[in-house]
């Protein structure tokens, strides 16, 4: 069984940064689908960043890149996302979410939610002005 564990969130001013850390136990292997997604109430979750552990290029959403990078240790278990130049919008509660061993790293880029067989308990993150 999969579990994912998240870690690292907070409170900032706007402008600050925050790094989250996700651990997963329960993988088979090292290539697994891994990534952050986040959720507002009242909104529907979305896709901050996702990889293929395995060798795999970081994938980002628009309000994402070039402030916010991802990246994973090389036994594909631990996931980290550094965030820097945060703004207000991005408060939200971040989920790390996970599909073992895919068929194929472009299943990383999925952004159906359902296909993202784990998912954390997610952690808080607040950026005030």
């Known amino acids: 069984q999969v579990q994912l564990m998240e870690s690292g969130g907070g409170s900032v001013q706007a402008g600050g940064s925050l790094k989250l850390s996700c651990e997963a136990t329960g993988f088979s292997g090292r290539a697994n689908c891994m990534g952050w997604f986040r959720q507002v109430p009242g909104q529907q979750r979305e896709r901050v960043a996702t990889?293929?552990?395995?060798?795999?290029?970081?994938n980002y959403a628009d309000s994402a890149k070039g402030r916010f990078t991802l990246s994973n240790n090389d036994a594909g278990n631990t996931l980290f996302l550094q965030m820097d130049h945060l703004r207000p919008e991005d408060s939200a509660m971040y989920y790390c979410?996970?599909?073992?061993?895919?068929?194929?790293?472009?299943?990383?880029?999925?952004?159906?939610?359902?296909?993202?067989?784990?998912w954390g308990q997610g952690t808080q993150v607040t950026v005030s002005f």
């Open positions: 979410a996970a599909i073992p061993v895919p068929r194929g790293p472009w299943i990383c880029q999925d952004n159906n939610l359902a296909a993202w067989n784990y």
């Open positions: 990889v293929y552990t395995y060798r795999g290029r970081p």
